[in-house]
Nanobody, 125 residues
């Protein structure tokens, strides 16, 4: 069973950049499609981005497309989310996620078996 630890995040002004990292242990990292979700206060957890086992496939929520980039390094058991041109509406707790199979664009929080702890991202306007 994979364990996930998130690092990065913090406070940034609108238009700035932040990078989140997710380190995996306890499982065959390269076999897991990985993703990022976020949850703002009073809202449901929503999908942000996903990446296939070998990074050949990526998928983004429309709200972050062109601003966020997901990547992974299977040799280091890590996944990252580079967030550029941040907006106040990006403020949320960000979670990394792992699942056993790639279902293309079908990424729902209820279907995710493995979660990292959240990391707060706050964008001030």
């Amino acid at each position: 069973q994979v364990q996930l630890v998130v690092s990065g995040g913090g406070l940034v002004q609108a238009g700035g950049s932040l990078r989140l990292s997710c380190a995996a242990s306890g499982g065959a990292f390269s076999t897991y499609p990985m993703g990022w979700f976020r949850q703002a206060p009073g809202k449901e957890r929503e999908f942000v981005a996903a990446i296939g086992r070998t990074a050949g496939n990526t998928y983004y929520a429309d709200s972050v497309k062109g601003r966020f980039t997901i990547s992974r390094d299977n040799a280091k058991n890590t996944m990252s989310l580079q967030m550029n041109n941040l907006k106040s509406e990006d403020t949320a707790v960000y979670y990394c996620a792992a699942r056993r199979f790639w279902y293309g664009s079908n990424w729902l929080a209820v279907d995710i078996p493995y979660w990292g702890q959240g990391s707060q991202v706050t964008v001030s306007s």
